[in-house]
Protein backbone atom coordinates (compact mmCIF):
# COMPACT_ATOMS: atom_id res chain seq x y z
CA UNK A 1 0.00 0.00 0.00
CA UNK A 2 1.73 3.34 -0.77
CA UNK A 3 1.81 6.19 1.48
CA UNK A 4 1.77 9.90 0.43
CA UNK A 5 2.99 11.61 3.76
CA UNK A 6 0.80 14.90 3.72
CA UNK A 7 2.82 16.60 6.59
CA UNK A 8 6.94 16.47 8.04
CA UNK A 9 9.51 19.17 8.70
CA UNK A 10 12.92 19.00 7.25
CA UNK A 11 15.35 20.80 9.52
CA UNK A 12 18.89 21.23 7.73
CA UNK A 13 21.09 23.53 9.67
CA UNK A 14 22.88 24.55 6.68
CA UNK A 15 19.97 26.79 6.45
CA UNK A 16 18.63 29.84 8.56
CA UNK A 17 16.51 28.72 11.61
CA UNK A 18 14.76 31.01 14.38
CA UNK A 19 14.14 30.41 17.74
CA UNK A 20 10.47 30.22 18.09
CA UNK A 21 9.23 30.78 21.90
CA UNK A 22 12.78 30.06 22.78
CA UNK A 23 12.58 26.40 20.87
CA UNK A 24 15.44 25.50 18.49
CA UNK A 25 15.03 21.91 17.18
CA UNK A 26 17.63 19.61 16.20
CA UNK A 27 18.39 18.99 12.60
CA UNK A 28 16.54 16.41 11.01
CA UNK A 29 17.62 16.69 7.15
CA UNK A 30 16.44 15.06 3.75
CA UNK A 31 18.95 11.75 4.47
CA UNK A 32 17.16 11.65 8.17
CA UNK A 33 13.74 11.27 6.90
CA UNK A 34 14.64 8.69 4.18
CA UNK A 35 16.16 6.53 6.82
CA UNK A 36 13.22 6.92 9.18
CA UNK A 37 10.81 5.81 6.45
CA UNK A 38 12.83 3.25 4.81
CA UNK A 39 10.45 0.57 5.37
CA UNK A 40 7.75 2.04 4.01
CA UNK A 41 6.73 3.09 0.49
CA UNK A 42 6.29 6.66 0.31
CA UNK A 43 4.75 7.80 -2.83
CA UNK A 44 5.56 11.06 -2.32
CA UNK A 45 4.45 13.49 0.46
CA UNK A 46 4.07 17.57 1.43
CA UNK A 47 7.11 19.43 3.40
CA UNK A 48 5.58 21.93 6.00
CA UNK A 49 7.69 24.72 6.77
CA UNK A 50 7.94 25.18 10.84
CA UNK A 51 7.54 28.21 13.08
CA UNK A 52 11.23 27.95 13.38
CA UNK A 53 11.93 28.99 9.72
CA UNK A 54 9.82 31.83 9.82
CA UNK A 55 10.11 33.49 5.89
CA UNK A 56 13.08 31.55 4.88
CA UNK A 57 12.84 29.72 1.57
CA UNK A 58 16.04 28.66 0.73
CA UNK A 59 15.81 25.47 2.50
CA UNK A 60 12.45 24.71 0.64
CA UNK A 61 13.81 24.94 -2.44
CA UNK A 62 16.64 22.80 -1.42
CA UNK A 63 14.70 20.15 0.13
CA UNK A 64 11.88 19.66 -3.21
CA UNK A 65 14.66 19.55 -4.93
CA UNK A 66 16.81 16.71 -3.37
CA UNK A 67 13.08 14.89 -2.39
CA UNK A 68 12.18 14.65 -6.85
CA UNK A 69 9.07 15.69 -7.93
CA UNK A 70 6.62 13.88 -6.11
CA UNK A 71 7.11 15.98 -3.09
CA UNK A 72 5.18 19.27 -2.37
CA UNK A 73 6.05 22.67 -0.55
CA UNK A 74 3.67 24.27 2.37
CA UNK A 75 5.11 28.01 2.85
CA UNK A 76 5.32 30.39 5.50
CA UNK A 77 4.72 33.57 2.97
CA UNK A 78 4.63 36.74 4.14
CA UNK A 79 2.47 39.59 2.70
CA UNK A 80 4.88 41.52 0.88
CA UNK A 81 7.15 38.31 -0.46
CA UNK A 82 8.11 39.52 -3.83
CA UNK A 83 5.92 38.79 -6.86
CA UNK A 84 9.45 37.02 -8.50
CA UNK A 85 9.66 34.39 -5.37
CA UNK A 86 6.20 33.56 -5.33
CA UNK A 87 7.00 32.83 -9.15
CA UNK A 88 10.13 30.94 -8.30
CA UNK A 89 8.22 29.05 -5.23
CA UNK A 90 5.40 27.79 -7.48
CA UNK A 91 8.02 26.27 -10.24
CA UNK A 92 9.58 24.74 -7.62
CA UNK A 93 6.38 22.53 -6.16
CA UNK A 94 5.14 24.83 -3.72
CA UNK A 95 1.57 24.47 -3.72
CA UNK A 96 0.50 25.91 -0.14
CA UNK A 97 0.44 28.55 1.92
CA UNK A 98 0.72 27.99 6.09
CA UNK A 99 -0.76 30.04 8.83
CA UNK A 100 0.61 28.99 11.67
CA UNK A 101 -2.34 30.07 14.54
CA UNK A 102 -0.98 27.91 17.47
CA UNK A 103 2.98 28.93 17.57
CA UNK A 104 3.31 32.43 15.07
CA UNK A 105 6.09 32.75 12.95
CA UNK A 106 4.68 32.74 10.28
CA UNK A 107 2.29 35.92 8.74
CA UNK A 108 -0.64 37.39 10.82
CA UNK A 109 -4.36 36.34 10.82
CA UNK A 110 -5.55 39.75 9.11
CA UNK A 111 -3.31 39.04 6.28
CA UNK A 112 -5.25 35.34 5.91
CA UNK A 113 -8.02 36.78 3.62
CA UNK A 114 -5.90 38.75 1.35
CA UNK A 115 -2.85 35.66 0.89
CA UNK A 116 -5.46 32.83 0.20
CA UNK A 117 -7.25 34.42 -2.19
CA UNK A 118 -4.06 35.88 -3.99
CA UNK A 119 -2.37 32.85 -3.97
CA UNK A 120 -5.23 30.52 -4.69
CA UNK A 121 -6.46 32.79 -7.80
CA UNK A 122 -3.00 33.32 -9.10
CA UNK A 123 -1.84 29.82 -8.59
CA UNK A 124 -4.32 27.73 -7.66
CA UNK A 125 -2.82 26.89 -3.96
CA UNK A 126 -4.12 25.98 -0.84
CA UNK A 127 -4.23 27.40 2.84
CA UNK A 128 -2.79 25.35 5.50
CA UNK A 129 -3.73 25.96 9.35
CA UNK A 130 -1.98 25.09 12.74
CA UNK A 131 -4.84 25.93 14.68
CA UNK A 132 -6.70 24.38 17.56
CA UNK A 133 -10.23 23.09 17.22
CA UNK A 134 -11.00 25.20 20.00
CA UNK A 135 -9.84 28.29 18.32
CA UNK A 136 -11.98 27.74 15.20
CA UNK A 137 -15.93 29.36 16.18
CA UNK A 138 -14.54 32.76 16.38
CA UNK A 139 -12.69 32.73 13.22
CA UNK A 140 -15.43 30.68 11.24
CA UNK A 141 -16.47 33.88 9.51
CA UNK A 142 -12.95 34.49 8.20
CA UNK A 143 -12.61 31.13 7.29
CA UNK A 144 -15.24 31.29 4.95
CA UNK A 145 -13.56 33.75 2.95
CA UNK A 146 -10.69 31.24 2.23
CA UNK A 147 -11.19 28.85 -0.49
CA UNK A 148 -9.37 26.29 0.06
CA UNK A 149 -7.52 25.07 3.41
CA UNK A 150 -6.77 21.62 5.49
CA UNK A 151 -6.33 22.11 9.40
CA UNK A 152 -3.58 20.32 10.77
CA UNK A 153 -3.34 17.22 13.43
CA UNK A 154 -7.21 16.77 13.90
CA UNK A 155 -7.38 20.53 15.18
CA UNK A 156 -5.50 19.04 18.13
CA UNK A 157 -8.25 19.87 21.01
CA UNK A 158 -11.13 18.01 21.72
CA UNK A 159 -12.98 21.32 22.70
CA UNK A 160 -14.09 22.85 19.77
CA UNK A 161 -14.50 19.30 17.99
CA UNK A 162 -18.13 20.00 16.58
CA UNK A 163 -16.71 23.26 14.76
CA UNK A 164 -14.34 20.73 13.03
CA UNK A 165 -17.07 18.89 11.81
CA UNK A 166 -18.75 21.54 10.33
CA UNK A 167 -15.86 22.31 7.94
CA UNK A 168 -15.30 18.78 7.02
CA UNK A 169 -19.15 18.98 6.00
CA UNK A 170 -17.69 21.72 4.03
CA UNK A 171 -15.25 19.99 1.96
CA UNK A 172 -11.95 21.08 3.94
CA UNK A 173 -8.87 18.28 4.54
CA UNK A 174 -7.83 17.07 7.88
CA UNK A 175 -4.61 16.03 8.40
CA UNK A 176 -4.37 12.85 10.49
CA UNK A 177 -1.28 13.65 12.40
CA UNK A 178 0.73 14.19 15.44
CA UNK A 179 -1.08 11.26 17.57
CA UNK A 180 1.39 12.26 20.21
CA UNK A 181 0.40 16.16 20.71
CA UNK A 182 -2.93 16.13 20.25
CA UNK A 183 -5.56 15.96 23.17
CA UNK A 184 -7.97 13.63 20.94
CA UNK A 185 -8.62 9.76 20.24
CA UNK A 186 -6.99 9.55 17.03
CA UNK A 187 -8.74 7.31 15.64
CA UNK A 188 -12.12 8.07 17.19
CA UNK A 189 -12.07 11.34 15.53
CA UNK A 190 -11.07 10.01 12.36
CA UNK A 191 -13.75 7.69 12.17
CA UNK A 192 -15.97 10.49 12.71
CA UNK A 193 -14.81 12.81 10.15
CA UNK A 194 -14.43 9.99 7.72
CA UNK A 195 -18.32 8.91 8.21
CA UNK A 196 -18.71 12.92 7.37
CA UNK A 197 -16.63 13.35 4.35
CA UNK A 198 -14.54 10.53 3.08
CA UNK A 199 -12.35 12.33 0.88
CA UNK A 200 -11.48 14.64 3.90
CA UNK A 201 -8.57 12.57 5.80
CA UNK A 202 -4.96 12.61 4.76
CA UNK A 203 -2.18 10.68 7.04
CA UNK A 204 1.14 12.61 7.95
CA UNK A 205 3.91 11.02 9.65
CA UNK A 206 4.32 15.02 10.94
CA UNK A 207 8.55 13.72 11.11
CA UNK A 208 10.79 14.60 13.49
CA UNK A 209 7.49 15.14 15.77
CA UNK A 210 9.24 18.48 17.22
CA UNK A 211 7.75 19.48 20.56
CA UNK A 212 5.67 16.62 20.50
CA UNK A 213 4.83 14.69 24.23
CA UNK A 214 5.47 11.23 22.64
CA UNK A 215 7.18 11.19 18.41
CA UNK A 216 5.61 9.46 15.66
CA UNK A 217 6.53 5.91 15.59
CA UNK A 218 5.70 2.96 12.84
CA UNK A 219 2.43 2.29 15.78
CA UNK A 220 1.21 4.91 14.49
CA UNK A 221 0.44 3.34 11.01
CA UNK A 222 -0.41 -0.06 12.50
CA UNK A 223 -3.22 1.89 14.43
CA UNK A 224 -4.63 3.39 10.91
CA UNK A 225 -4.09 0.34 9.27
CA UNK A 226 -6.31 -2.05 12.25
CA UNK A 227 -8.89 0.30 12.05
CA UNK A 228 -9.99 0.91 8.56
CA UNK A 229 -10.61 -1.19 5.95
CA UNK A 230 -8.81 -1.62 2.39
CA UNK A 231 -10.65 0.67 0.22
CA UNK A 232 -10.71 3.72 3.54
CA UNK A 233 -7.07 2.62 3.81
CA UNK A 234 -6.22 4.12 0.33
CA UNK A 235 -7.74 6.65 0.73
CA UNK A 236 -5.99 7.92 4.16
CA UNK A 237 -2.84 6.77 3.23
CA UNK A 238 -2.70 7.79 -0.04
CA UNK A 239 -5.44 9.19 -2.51
CA UNK A 240 -6.87 11.93 -0.30
CA UNK A 241 -3.75 13.84 0.32
CA UNK A 242 -2.41 13.45 -3.37
CA UNK A 243 -5.41 14.89 -5.07
CA UNK A 244 -5.12 18.00 -2.84
CA UNK A 245 -1.32 18.17 -3.45
CA UNK A 246 -1.53 18.18 -7.09
CA UNK A 247 -4.70 20.28 -8.00
CA UNK A 248 -2.32 23.37 -7.84
Keep these: MKLFDSHFHIIDPNFPL ?9 PFTVDDYSTAFHRYPIAGGAVVSGSFQAFDQTYLFDSLKRLGNEFYGVANIAADTPQELL ?26 DYLSNYLHDRYSWH ?8 DLPILRPLLHKIPAFSID ?10 ELFYWVERGIKVKATGFGR ?5 IDTMKQIHAINPGALMFGSDLPSTRAATPFSEADIDLISDSFDETDLDSIFYSNAKSWYTAA
Design 18 to 26: VENNGYLPD
Design 182 to 186: IELNP
Design 127 to 134: TELYIENK
Design 87 to 112: DELDNANVVAVRFNVKRGGSESLDKI
Design 153 to 162: HLGLTKDGLS
